[in-house]
């Protein structure tokens, strides 16, 4: 007989398993010994820790692999038979966007996988060679693998050509987006996963569960796939990114400088004490860097001020 | 009463949720309670509120409802750094913030140093074994399927999650402790 550990260990490789049903046979292991809750809860508990660990690593390193230059070249020789990435190649190279077939070492056979990156304060409208299209704000990155695109960070608004034999899926980390014909909008940051759709109807995985989303929904989901309670009626993210007309319903000073810093690029710091005050309204985007800041103090009655690298807001002082 | 238990074969299929839910509802909270006895009560609750938003049809009723309730389990038993969590946005929101920084980078520091010593871990088990872990609990993927992938046999992909799983469960063990 093994010993407990080992035997933890082994119940916990198979409760991993998305296909194990053998819950009742595990309850009753579980039950047999008072130190095998413990046990296995903790093998359970520490791989997962382990495994988030590497796979925010792994989303960081095909960061820094990214180069814009010589990768748009490579990509661009090896789609060279699908004209769709051909273009798409190009004009990423032009904008200084990078696009590069990924070199790590997930996903083995079939297609090669594309990566489409903006910088902060880029935006970038790609057609995939199914004529769906995908819409990226700045500081974004997607990896596209046919009908599957993994939203490694940022955010995209996907237009999907429906096809029902190949569903156009959408995962950040374990959460899977399934399209029945649509346009919806993912952004993923440090709250979680949001899930906004503007028309037609998502099928989302997540956490064990699946459920959907049709036009007007959204969710917001933790790092975990469970739905974060407090986004039903909540505070969404801000809309509008598009067209430069950030609107928020409800959202921190943090939050909604995240946004105009991903959207166009200028850092800007908060003084400490305005981090948690929130703002509702709509912000003007569109225009010079000293226009967009001049716009800013205007709505948010704060006082900018240049320093090393950007910007900083601050409370006006009484003169 | 209902009895529960060791009837799991069959059930499912033609059930909805809620119905598997109320005929399996004493083994379900055998299970939880085995695992975190006084806060059963609360997370069946828990349970039982998250199965009525459900709103698609599960093909297999049981083992959905069970995973369910593992994570809700999980969850809970990581309560502790999540109190860490909320200290820490306590003091965000009273205005504390160079408390709440020094311990942001202190967290990516540990982070950092967790991930290298990961990393060590895992490579001295080999490349292929470092795939197979990536594979299955990174991108779900199954074992059979692993096995077709890397022109390997079921059982050794099988030796090579055990020894992935026993090296991380107890190298994490290590910082836990200390």
Redesign the interface.
């Known amino acids: 007989m093994k010993p407990p550990e080992h035997q933890a260990v082994d119940w916990a490789i198979l409760a991993d398993d998305p296909a194990f049903a053998d819950w009742e046979a595990l309850e009753s292991w579980l039950a047999a010994d008072s130190r095998h809750a413990v046990l296995f809860d903790r093998a359970c508990l520490r791989v997962e820790e382990a495994a988030s660990a590497l796979d925010r690593c792994d989303n960081s390193r095909s960061l820094r692999l990214v180069d814009p230059v010589v990768s748009s070249a490579k990509t661009t020789m090896a789609a060279s038979k699908r004209r769709y990435w051909l273009a798409a190649g190009i004009s990423a190279a032009l904008a200084g966007i990078a696009v590069i077939s990924q070199p790590l070492m997930k996903q083995p056979a079939g297609p090669e996988n594309l990566v489409i990156a903006t910088r902060a304060g880029e935006l970038r409208s790609v057609t995939l060679p199914d004529r769906s299209e995908v819409a990226l704000n700045g500081d974004t990155k997607l990896v596209v693998r046919g009908r599957e695109v993994r939203l490694e960070k940022g955010q995209a608004e996907f237009a999907v050509v429906h096809d029902e034999a190949h569903p156009f899926s959408v995962r950040v980390g374990s959460i899977v987006i399934r399209d029945v014909g649509t346009r919806f909008d993912v952004r993923v940051d440090d709250l979680g996963t949001r899930v906004s759709v503007s028309e037609g109807e998502v099928e989302v995985q997540a956490a064990g569960r699946t459920f959907k989303l049709g036009a007007g929904d959204r969710t917001l989901l933790d790092r975990g796939g469970s739905p974060t309670p407090s986004e039903a009626g909540g505070p969404g993210g801000a809309t509008g990114w598009q067209t430069g007309q950030l609107t928020f319903e409800d959202n921190s000073y943090a939050e909604v400088f995240e946004d105009v810093r991903r959207r166009t690029g200028i850092a800007i710091r908060l003084e400490s004490g305005l981090k948690n005050r929130r703002f509702a309204g709509t912000l003007s985007l569109g225009g010079s860097e000293a226009i967009i800041i001049a716009n800013l103090q205007t709505t948010l009655g704060l006082s900018a001020r240049r320093e090393a690298g950007g910007w900083i807001m601050e409370i006006p002082r009484g003169r | 009463m209902q009895t529960g238990?060791?009837t799991?074969e069959h059930a499912g299929a033609s059930l909805s949720l809620i119905e598997t839910f109320m005929l399996y509802r004493l083994?379900i909270a055998?299970?939880i309670t085995?695992?975190c006895g006084e806060e059963a009560e609360d997370l069946m609750q828990e349970l039982w509120i998250?199965i009525q938003?459900?709103?698609?049809p599960?093909e297999?009723a049981?083992?959905?409802i069970?995973?369910?309730a593992?994570?809700l389990?999980?969850?809970s038993?990581?309560g502790a750094s999540r109190a860490r969590d909320r200290d820490y946005a306590w003091s965000?929101?009273t205005?504390r913030?160079d408390d709440a920084e020094t311990a942001m980078a202190e967290r990516a520091l540990i982070?950092r140093e967790?991930?290298d010593r990961?990393?060590r871990t895992?490579s001295k088990l080999g490349a292929r074994a470092v795939?197979v872990?990536?594979r299955?609990?990174?991108?779900?993927v199954?074992?059979r399927r692993i096995a077709v992938?890397l022109g390997v046999s079921i059982s050794t992909v099988?030796s090579d999650?055990?020894r992935s799983?026993?090296v991380?469960?107890s190298?994490?063990?290590e910082r836990d402790d200390a």
């Open positions: 238990g060791n799991g083994a055998r299970f085995v695992r998250k938003q459900v709103d698609t599960v297999r049981l083992p959905y069970y995973r369910m593992h994570r389990v999980l969850d038993r990581r965000f929101a205005g913030l982070a967790q991930l990961i990393d895992l795939r872990f990536r299955y609990r990174i991108d779900g199954e074992q992938e099988e999650l055990r799983y026993t991380l469960s190298l994490m063990g």
